[in-house]
């Protein structure tokens, strides 16, 4: 007899499924009736099953057909199916966990876990192997098909109403907190298990799917709706949408459920119904590990001995370039046909706000770029490409893109938005006006064709998927193949044109950090900050293994510039200088003015902050002008400085790592 033929991964991992089905089914079975003091145990055996099911689930999705040791009919047919069916025993394992934390059991449920044992009694005395496979996946259809059912009605979205299971705590904020029994209202059901609900008291939040049940109520208002094809939720473009990240999600999750505002807004006729608050403005406020200070910091290797993006050439006397997998430039051109805030908001700023992202996380920091807009035609957004002379780096229209991220999905996130104000209550906020999302890579790892793009902007945030910018305009379109163009030409767009790179951007671009996004009109200024950075931590250090406080002003407080961009334009200057005379207009321009109390804060879309910060700027750089230096200004008695300790002069690179990175 020759010897059986070796099973696949898919096999393998079919079979391995099984295995776990008849030991949660074996728990179930236990868990129907269980002895005094066995609750705990039973929950304990629960928890590991449910990390066992959720790493064969882990490891089934990285399955590709190519490890496949024999061509296998149906493959990804047959892998979706074992995704649903682990889906389904994680499920179980939840809805489990829940029984056994409770005092007492429901008559209904334990009359099933008395089925489910009679079952698993059969399944004991059959055949094994592939006769038992056999046997328990023909008992598997018809064990199943309540409960599959059962999940399709939970999972229509005409179902509305549903019954909590069990009680659930919010963990993070953002979650709805909500006790066994009690009906909630579902508002958006996520594929991602997590769905926007309201309670009897009007609170919103997400809640968990897997505490829920159909209220049978709702269902017998309800239509027999069509079958229900589960999805999983998406971008635009289909990138799928991973578990949460909890780095990203908790601005996300204000993004999507503390809309009472945008609601507010909405229902007066202010703004769209597809607009919600930023996410990416959210980001930016919860730290600096989305802005452009944070990336330009030197990244250590894992060993904490060296720079990982900052390595000496002794040949030529400066840093050594580090080409990325994307470097770009992206410009933006307009946008056209964003829908008009009503009179009862008066709007301040219209951006849009771009970064790399894969449709889960974002990978750069957050760049802004300002729009400007004619009163004749208030629906179109443009931005000036090649910023020049003494127009301001905010609007410039280009910008660099660098990573060397290895994800397949990468893309940029393009979120536009207005900074507005209310007339009736001066409550000021950020809103998005829609985004897009623009892979830079093809399915088959080819970069994206460098030409002009017009994408079609999406309403809500990107987590979410089907919402439109302005759900009203595709209302009133008619069913003619006339009238679907015509609607189609009202539809909100962003067009941008990707432009490749000759060989002498591709070497000053390389010279920046892996990960960056920035205007191209201040890329010289960065260049040479990166390259004193490199002449301070790598060519005139007396030791590498030194962790003494390098006392160099520009390195300390360079990286704030890129949070200001009014006091970047002061530095900007001829292409030209020198490193030397970048050092001196450095000290004759912006370092005074960090110090100065004549300089208000930095206050994003404030008109009267804005003008007040660039008069005190004017004025300073006349003065050092005719002067012919800041030294008469920093000694007259008619200015006034903050006052400050050496430390706060002295660069700290191991501080600044650790402040960036706790766990270093």
């Not at 709805?176 to 996520?190: N, P, R």
């Not at 996300?252 to 809309?259: F, I, Y």
């Not at 400007?372 to 208030?378: C, I």
């Not at 390195?555 to 001829?574: E, G, I, K, V």
Request: net charge negative; aromatic share 6%; glycine share 6%.
């Amino acid at each position: 007899m020759s010897g059986r033929r070796e099973r696949g991964p898919l096999q393998r991992a079919q079979r391995r499924r099984r295995e776990l089905q008849a030991q949660v089914e074996a728990l179930r079975a236990e868990s129907a009736a269980p002895a005094p003091g066995q609750r705990k145990a039973l929950w304990r055996r629960c928890m590991q099953l449910k990390k066992l099911v959720d790493e064969s689930t882990d490891a089934l999705h990285n399955l590709k057909k190519a490890d496949e040791p024999a061509p296998v009919g149906n493959y990804n047919q047959r892998k979706e199916e074992e995704e649903k069916l682990l889906l389904k025993l994680s499920q179980q394992l939840q809805k489990l966990v829940l029984v056994l934390d409770q005092d007492n059991v429901t008559t209904n449920y334990a009359a099933d876990e008395e089925h489910q044992k009679d079952s698993q009694t059969e399944d004991e005395n059959g055949e094994e192997d592939e006769s038992e496979d056999e046997e328990s996946s023909e008992e598997e259809d018809s064990e199943e098909t309540d409960d599959e059912d059962e999940d399709k009605l939970l999972d229509d979205p005409n179902v509305k109403e549903c019954i909590a299971v069990g009680n659930f705590d919010a963990q993070q904020e953002g979650d709805l907190t909500f006790t066994k029994g009690e009906v909630l209202l579902i508002l958006d059901k996520k594929a991602d298990g997590w769905w926007v609900a309201e309670n009897s008291k009007g609170e919103r939040g997400l809640v968990p799917r897997t505490y829920l049940a159909v209220h049978r109520e709702d269902v017998d208002s309800q239509e027999q709706s069509e079958e229900h094809i589960e999805v999983v939720d998406e971008t635009a473009d289909g990138t799928e949408i991973k578990k949460r990240t909890d780095s990203h999600w908790s601005a996300v999750r204000r993004a999507m459920t503390e809309n009472d505002t945008v609601e507010v807004l909405a229902t007066i006729g202010a703004v769209p119904a597809g607009f919600r608050l930023s996410t990416l403005f959210q980001l930016l406020e919860e730290g600096d590990q989305f802005r452009g200070s944070y990336f330009l910091q030197p990244e250590l290797t894992p060993s904490q001995l060296a720079f990982k993006d900052l390595v000496w050439n002794s040949e030529k006397n400066t840093i050594y370039p580090r080409p990325t997998r994307v470097s770009l430039i992206v410009t933006l051109s307009s946008c056209k046909m964003i829908p008009l805030p009503g009179v009862s908001i008066q709007v301040l700023s219209r951006h849009v706000r771009l970064c790399l992202f894969d449709g889960n996380r974002v990978l750069s920091n957050i760049h802004t770029v300002r729009a400007t807009w004619q009163p004749k035609n208030p629906q179109t957004w443009t931005f000036s490409p090649r910023v020049t002379g003494i127009l301001p780096s905010l609007l410039d229209g280009d910008c660099f893109v660098r990573s060397n991220s290895l994800s397949s999905d990468i893309g940029i996130l393009f979120e536009l938005g207005i900074t507005y104000i209310r007339n009736s209550t001066g409550e000021r906020g950020e809103l998005s006006c829609g985004w897009a999302f623009l892979k830079l890579f093809t399915s088959n790892g080819m970069p994206v064709p460098s030409k002009m793009h017009e994408l079609l902007l999406n309403g809500g945030t990107p987590y979410e998927r089907g919402v439109e910018v302005d759900p009203s305009i595709s209302r009133r379109a008619g069913s003619g193949v006339f009238h679907q163009f015509l609607t189609l030409k009202k539809q909100p767009v962003l067009i941008v044109k990707l432009r490749s790179l000759s060989a002498q951007s591709k070497d000053i671009l390389n010279l920046l950090p892996e990960t960056l996004i920035g205007s191209m009109c201040y890329i010289h200024l960065l260049i040479f900050y990166r390259q004193i950075l490199g002449d301070a931590l790598l060519k005139d250090r007396i030791s590498m293994q030194s962790t003494e406080l390098i006392c160099n002003p520009i390195l300390a407080t360079f990286p704030q510039l890129m949070d200001q961009p009014d006091l970047m334009d002061a530095l900007r200057r001829d292409r030209e200088f020198l490193k030397s005379v970048f050092v001196l207009v450095y000290h004759d321009s912006v370092f005074p003015l960090l110090q100065s109390t004549l300089l208000p804060d930095y206050k994003w879309a404030e008109e009267e902050s804005e003008a007040s910060r660039w008069k005190a700027i004017a004025d300073f750089l006349k003065k050092s002008r005719e002067n012919d230096g800041a030294l008469q200004y920093l000694l007259s008695s008619e200015n006034t400085h903050k006052p400050f300790d050496i430390s706060e002069l002295a660069y700290d690179f191991l501080g600044e790592v650790k402040k960036n990175n706790p766990g270093v």
